[in-house]
C-alpha cells in the first residue's frame, strides 16, 4: 500500500463548451452470441474485446490525497469559473473510489444568462459513482430593482433539484420574471393599456427580440442538463408573441407546446395552450395535428421547400 499526498497550490481546468452524451449502456444479450460456424455448422465463440481481468487481492494499493491549494479552478468558457478547495481522497485497488469532498470558494456560473455569484457550496463523493456527486451550492444574482436573487441546487449531481428565493421574498412568478426579463414583474402589471399604448407594433416587435436573446440562453442551459432534443422560442402573430418549446421524439416526429399570451378575439378560437404533433413522412411532406385545450383541433398538410 502505498500513501501519497499531493499538494495542488495552482491548477486551471478549462471545460468543453458543450458536455458529451454518452450512448446507453446495454448489458449482453443472452439469446445473441457472437463467433464463426465451422464447415459441418458448430459455433465457434470468438470474443469481441480483450477479457477482463479482475486485479488481484494482492496487488499494490494506491492512498492518494490531494490537497487543493488558494488557485484551483475551472472554467467553461463565459458560462462557468469555480475555485475549488478542500481534500478530495483516491483509493486505487480492484477500482478507483473516490471520497473526501471539494469544496466551492467563490466564482460564478450563468443561470438563464444571468451571472451568479457562488457564495458557498461542497461536493461530496460517496458510493461507487464519482461522477455523481452530492452537491449543496448556494449563488445569487442581483437585479436592477435590488432584489437579490438565489439558486440553490440540493442532491445528486445527475438528478438534483434546482430552486429559486428572493430577498424580499416573492412569488416564483415574479421570480422567473426576473431571470428571463430583467425586472421582477411590478412594471409589468403596472403598464398603461388602451389609448396610452402609442406603437404596439414597436412593443411588439421589441418583446420578441428580447424573447430571442432569452430563448438562446435557455437552450444553451437545456442542452446541458438534458439528452433530449428541446428548442425553445418566441414567435408572434404581429398582435403578441407566443412562447414554444418543441421537443424532437424521433428523427421524422417533433411535439410543440405554444401558449397564446393574449386573449382570443371575437371569433377566434378560445385555446390559449396548443399541442402540435407533425410527422415528416417524405422529405418535402408532413402532417401536423394541432389539438387545443378547449377542445378545438386541426389537421394539416404541409409541403414545405428544401434546400
Known amino acids: 500500500r502505498v500513501k501519497l499526498d499531493l499538494d495542488v497550490p495552482v491548477f486551471h481546468a478549462d471545460l468543453p463548451e458543450s458536455s458529451s452524451r454518452d450512448v446507453q449502456g446495454l448489458a449482453t444479450h443472452p439469446e445473441v452470441k457472437v463467433g464463426v460456424r465451422g464447415r459441418e455448422g458448430e459455433l465457434s465463440p470468438v470474443l469481441i474485446g480483450a477479457p477482463e481481468r479482475k486485479r488481484e487481492g494482492e496487488a499494490l494499493a494506491w492512498h492518494v490525497t490531494f490537497y487543493l491549494g488558494e488557485d484551483v479552478r475551472i472554467r467553461r468558457g463565459s458560462t462557468m469559473e469555480i475555485v475549488l478547495g478542500g481534500r478530495p481522497v483516491v483509493d486505487l485497488t480492484d477500482e478507483a473510489h473516490v471520497s473526501g469532498s471539494v469544496d466551492f470558494r467563490s466564482g460564478t456560473v450563468e443561470v438563464f444568462g444571468k451571472e451568479f455569484e457562488i457564495e458557498h457550496g461542497f461536493a461530496k463523493f460517496e458510493g461507487d459513482e464519482p461522477g455523481n456527486p452530492y452537491v449543496s451550492v448556494t449563488a445569487r444574482w442581483d437585479a436592477p430593482d435590488g432584489t437579490r436573487i438565489f439558486a440553490d441546487f440540493v442532491g445528486p449531481l ?63 442551459v437545456i442542452s446541458h442538463v438534458t439528452p433530449l432534443d428541446i428548442t425553445t422560442r418566441v414567435t408572434h402573430d404581429a398582435q403578441s408573441p407566443t412562447p414554444e418549446v418543441e421537443i424532437r421524439l424521433a428523427p421524422k416526429v417533433t411535439a410543440e407546446i405554444s401558449y397564446r399570451t393574449r386573449t382570443p378575439m371575437p371569433g377566434e378560437q378560445t385555446d390559449r395552450v396548443l399541442l402540435t404533433l407533425d410527422w415528416r413522412f417524405r422529405r418535402n411532406w408532413s402532417i401536423a395535428t394541432t389539438v387545443g385545450t378547449r377542445g378545438s383541433s386541426v389537421l394539416d398538410l404541409i409541403w414545405k421547400y428544401r434546400y
Open 158 to 220: 445527475r438528478t438534483g433539484v434546482l430552486n429559486f428565493r428572493s430577498q424580499p421574498a416573492l412569488p416564483q412568478g415574479q421570480i422567473m420574471a426576473a431571470l428571463l426579463g430583467g425586472g421582477t414583474g411590478e412594471r409589468l402589471q403596472g403598464a398603461p393599456s388602451g389609448p396610452q399604448l402609442r406603437d404596439s407594433r414597436s412593443e411588439t416587435a421589441g418583446v420578441v427580440v428580447a424573447g430571442s436573446a432569452i430563448t438562446m440562453n435557455v437552450n444553451r
